[in-house]
Each structure stands twice: as structure tokens, then as C-alpha cells.
């Protein structure tokens, strides 16, 4: 089946730090990744669309600036949270869609961020 | 109105009986349907995908998909403690849009 990873599963930062977070689609490629944020019992939150090669879309109310999306690949995707304070701690989970299948998307396993 | 509709429960069935899921969706072009189930902590895990009208089984899941009244509907067989997770739906069409989640408890 269709694996997607996530690097780092967790991390804990200072204040005022960037944190980088790489999703990869192992064996498939894939040219559409979503990043998503999930605070403690809350729902999903889709905060960008990556499509490889371009510029990612980004959901309303979510800085692009503070969230740098790079699809450079059609296995890679990256979000760096840039100077992370401690409401950007969260739980965020990548995903990637396969189209030469149905077209579901596949989850990594997801990244828990803890700002300090 | 929401693309994707689910009752965000929760509910609370006892072991060895049959959940029923249900979820409504707003876009008549939708074509492809899924379920995800989530654990708490971890991210969604793809479950059951449905592209036709009717039903569709896999060990003790069955995906059930009306498209003229446009509800998509996921049956636990037999539950299990096991199963006790938040369920998403998620439809495809011009875009793909989850649901919210239904929280299921099976009660041992």
C-alpha cells in the first residue's frame, strides 16, 4: 500500500525558533500534498495545498510567512514553522494523494511540536 | 452549508454489535467516497474507499453509498473495543473535503 512518512515524529523548540518538517511519499508519486494542523480534540485543519513545482495554496487565516510550504519533488514536501512560539504547538500531519489509484490521500504519521 | 456532514457523536455501542456511521455530502459531482479512522494521537489511516452506488464490504466493515440522496454510510460488524476511534468521511470531486469525525466507543 501506499506508505507516506513524516521526519521528525516529534520535537520540542525554543521560542523564536524555525522548525523544519518533511513529509515523503515512499513508494508513489505524488503531485499533490496537504498539510494539516490538529489541536487536542479538535478536528482537522487544512492549512496548505502543495502542488509540486508551484507555490502552495494556503487555507484563510493561515500566514504563509510563518508556514513556508516547498514541494521540490514529486516524493518531497516540506513545512518550515518559522520563529515558532508556543501556540503553534500542535500536532501536524502531512498528506499525499495518489492518483494513478482512486485518488485518496495517505497520511504520514504525523509531527507533535511543542514550543517552549 | 458544509461539503461534508457527519454527527460528531458520540456514540457509544456495546462489543459485538453493528455501528452505523453515517455521513451527507453537499456536491452532487462528488465521485470517489473514504473512510478514515483516527486514534487518539495518531494521524487517519484509510479504511474503506467506495466509488459506485451500493455496498461494499471488507472484513467486518461495510461502506454503503446512495448517490441520489447523496449519504455514504460506514457499518462495524461485530465491534470490537478496538474500534473505538474518531471516524472521518471524505468525498472527492472538484476538491476533497473531510468531514468532521464521528467519536465511537464500543462499550466492553
Known amino acids: 500500500g501506499a506508505v507516506v512518512s513524516q521526519h521528525p515524529s516529534w520535537v520540542i523548540c525554543k521560542s523564536g525558533t524555525s522548525v523544519k518538517i518533511e513529509c515523503r511519499s515512499l513508494?508513489?508519486?505524488?503531485?499533490?500534498m496537504f498539510w494539516y494542523r490538529q489541536f487536542p480534540k479538535q478536528s482537522l485543519m487544512l492549512m496548505a495545498t502543495?502542488?509540486?513545482?508551484?507555490?502552495?495554496?494556503?487555507e484563510q487565516g493561515v500566514e504563509k510567512d510563518k508556514f513556508l510550504i516547498n514541494h521540490a519533488s514529486l516524493t518531497l514536501s516540506t513545512l518550515t514553522v518559522t520563529s515558532a512560539h508556543p501556540e503553534d504547538s500542535s500536532f501536524y500531519i502531512c498528506?499525499?494523494?495518489?492518483?494513478?489509484?482512486?485518488?485518496?490521500?495517505?497520511f504520514g504519521p504525523g509531527t507533535r511540536l511543542t514550543v517552549l | 452549508q458544509k461539503e461534508v456532514e457527519q454527527n460528531s457523536g458520540p456514540l457509544s455501542v456495546p462489543e459485538g454489535a453493528i455501528a452505523s456511521l453515517n455521513c451527507t455530502y453537499s456536491?452532487?459531482?462528488?465521485?470517489?467516497f473514504f473512510w478514515y479512522r483516527q486514534y487518539s494521537g495518531k494521524s487517519p489511516e484509510l479504511i474503506m474507499s467506495?466509488?459506485?452506488?451500493g455496498d461494499k464490504e471488507d472484513g467486518r466493515f461495510t461502506a454503503q453509498l446512495n448517490k441520489a440522496s447523496q449519504y455514504v454510510s460506514l457499518l462495524i460488524r461485530d465491534s470490537q473495543p478496538s474500534d473505538s476511534a474518531t471516524y472521518l468521511c471524505?468525498?472527492?470531486?472538484?476538491?476533497?473535503?473531510f468531514g468532521t469525525g464521528t467519536s465511537l466507543t464500543v462499550i466492553p
Open positions: 498528506s499525499a494523494r495518489d492518483l494513478t489509484s482512486g485518488g485518496e490521500q495517505f
Open positions: 513508494d508513489f508519486q505524488a503531485t499533490t
Open positions: 502543495s502542488n509540486e513545482g508551484s507555490k502552495a495554496t494556503y
Open positions: 456536491d452532487r459531482v462528488s465521485q470517489s
Open positions: 467506495i466509488y459506485s452506488n
Open positions: 471524505a468525498v472527492t470531486g472538484n476538491q476533497f473535503y
